[in-house]
């Protein structure tokens, strides 16, 4: 077994590799990633999200885009910052990153990347396969002459298998591999969840994956290839529902905020059309509950005495507590419920969440200034290390704002290279 000090002396050593050799200046004592340096061929959101995660742990992130339009998700608005074309979607998801802009299409450009990728830790694409391979930027194109490089894939549906050639947006896979089956109110329509969550989750899975193959490579000196795809990540996020199907033959269905094997375990409308959303995982939990909302007797009842039985008789108990909770406002139950030992909260807006004392005080909220002076708002990283910074070091790039800088100071490009590559459009 890996003890964590093994662990973090490994990720120290891969810093220390790569910046010894050169790879990178981007470097801290303090960034878990420092030293390392990412191309990042990525766009809209898994992608994105992903390299972000890793540009927050200090990895210097190189984002390649396309002269003229870079990201779609630049475009991505309204809602727009005010004053600015930047898409308050495209800002969420881009800090910590330098824009590069290079027309891949060109023999130039793909020259550009050849020479990024040999001074360089990782590769991140979120291309349909086949692709890059296309363009002669394909994994097996480019382990030949940066055998360190750890090359990460992020598709739709993996490179393998009747879908792998389809295009992947997070609402098509969500769909196929089951979440939209089981979201939304019983007997309704199926919805989507309100943000990209198979994306994030596989940008999750796929930040995780490239920290485990830069460990592996302090042992083999070899980069390999990372296949991450949004239907095996949906699938997997299943969890008990999924296991529910394989192992129990129990097709799934929508419940509203309700849980398939808990119970209560759900939003409850108030006296005021707001909502609550309380938690009862245990008995005595359930009782807790019940001691608050002066409902003593429910615990007792034979129908209501276990979860197997709160869940057997699920719609009597949910009639009784939805009455309970309808004759008190929000602001009353929050009151009432304070200091109990069960799990219970607001449903809040967007409003509420970013001005709740809790959020404020922990200060989740960054500020940072883009190009052009105007101040914007990010959410910053959400893990905090005792030894280590997981911050946000740069605002969101302005389209090829770092073109010249990494040209000329990580290729060694001369102006007038630089010049008559811009020239022929092939960078910006």
């Known amino acids: 077994m ?8 490994a990720i120290n050593f891969c810093a220390k590799r790569s910046f010894s050799s050169g790879v990178s200046s981007y470097a801290s ?45 630049r475009n991505w608005g309204p809602p ?45 694409e979120n291309y349909v396969p086949g692709k890059l391979d296309n363009l002669g930027l394909g ?26 050639k389809r295009p992947g947006y997070d609402v098509i896979a969500s769909s196929v591999g089951g979440l939209l089956h089981i979201t939304g109110p019983f007997e309704g329509e199926p919805c989507k969840v309100g943000v990209a969550m198979t994306d994030i989750a596989t940008g999750l899975y796929a930040h995780g994956a490239i920290l485990a193959a830069l460990l592996q490579r302090t042992k083999t000196n070899l980069g390999q290839k990372i296949d991450c795809d949004l239907m095996s990540t949906v699938i997997s996020c299943l969890i008990n529902v999924g ?25 409850f409308e108030t006296s005021d059309h707001c909502y609550i959303t309380v938690g009862g995982g245990s008995d005595q939990q359930f009782k807790a509950l019940c001691e608050k909302l002066h409902l003593p007797d ?102 090829g704002e770092h073109t010249d800088d990494v040209l000329k100071n990580i290729l060694d490009y001369s102006e007038e290279k630089i010049k008559e590559l811009k020239q022929k459009n092939v960078v910006q």
């Open 2 to 9: 890996l003890s964590l000090s093994k662990f973090t002396s």
């Open 80 to 124: 727009f910052v005010e004053g600015t074309n930047e898409s308050c979607y495209f800002l969420a998801i881009n800090r910590n990153k330098k824009s590069v802009c290079v027309d891949l299409k060109t023999r130039e450009g793909r020259n550009i990347i050849y020479e990024l990728v040999k001074k360089s830790d990782i590769l991140v």
């Open 243 to 267: 296991s529910n199907y394989l192992n129990a033959g129990k097709e799934a269905k929508r419940l509203g905020t309700q849980h398939g094997s808990i119970v209560p375990y759900q939003a």
């Open 139 to 164: 994994y097996e194109d480019l382990k030949v002459i940066a055998p360190h490089l750890i090359y990460c894939s992020m598709t739709g549906y993996g490179s393998k298998g009747p879908y792998a």
């Open 298 to 399: 429910l615990p007792l009842d034979p129908l209501f005495a276990t979860n197997k039985m709160r869940v057997l008789n699920r719609n009597i108990l949910i009639e009784k507590l939805g009455k309970r909770f309808k004759e008190q406002t929000l602001s009353e139950w929050l009151r009432t419920l304070e200091g109990s030992t069960f799990p219970y909260g607001p449903v809040n807006s967007m409003e509420q969440v970013f001005n709740d004392p809790h959020v404020k005080e922990i200060q989740l909220v960054k500020e940072v200034t883009i190009s052009g002076g105007k101040t914007v708002k990010v959410v910053g990283p959400p893990v905090e290390y005792s030894e280590a910074e997981n911050c946000v070091r740069l605002p969101p790039p302005a389209l």
């Open 29 to 73: 004592t303090k960034d878990p990633l420092g030293g390392i340096r990412v191309v990042d061929l990525t766009r809209i959101v898994s992608g994105p999200y992903c390299t972000m995660i890793l540009g927050d742990l200090g990895a210097e992130v190189l984002k390649i885009e396309r002269p003229g339009t870079g990201d779609e998700a």
